[in-house]
């Protein structure tokens, strides 16, 4: 499933790895919250590396009930 926990996380992994420069400790310990205020961020700045739509919280919860182990 392309939209399952483990591939979204991926995803959002390596863009903070690439945009801000994080580790991957530092990613899994960023709470949904912190991450969609960096995004926002970016994105009201105009930031050329926001990436295109972060993930909400609706998403990620509906992700969680669809792969419970991710």
Request: avoid cysteine; charged fraction near 25%.
């Amino acid at each position: 499933m392309a939209d399952s926990f483990a591939a979204r996380a991926r995803q959002i992994g390596g863009q903070v790895s690439l945009i801000l420069g994080w580790t991957p400790d530092q990613f899994w310990t960023a709470t949904p919250d912190e991450l969609l205020g960096i995004f926002a961020a970016m994105e009201e700045a105009g930031s050329p590396g926001a990436p295109v739509r972060p993930l909400d919280r609706r998403t990620l919860e509906q992700l969680q009930k669809d792969d419970p182990d991710g």
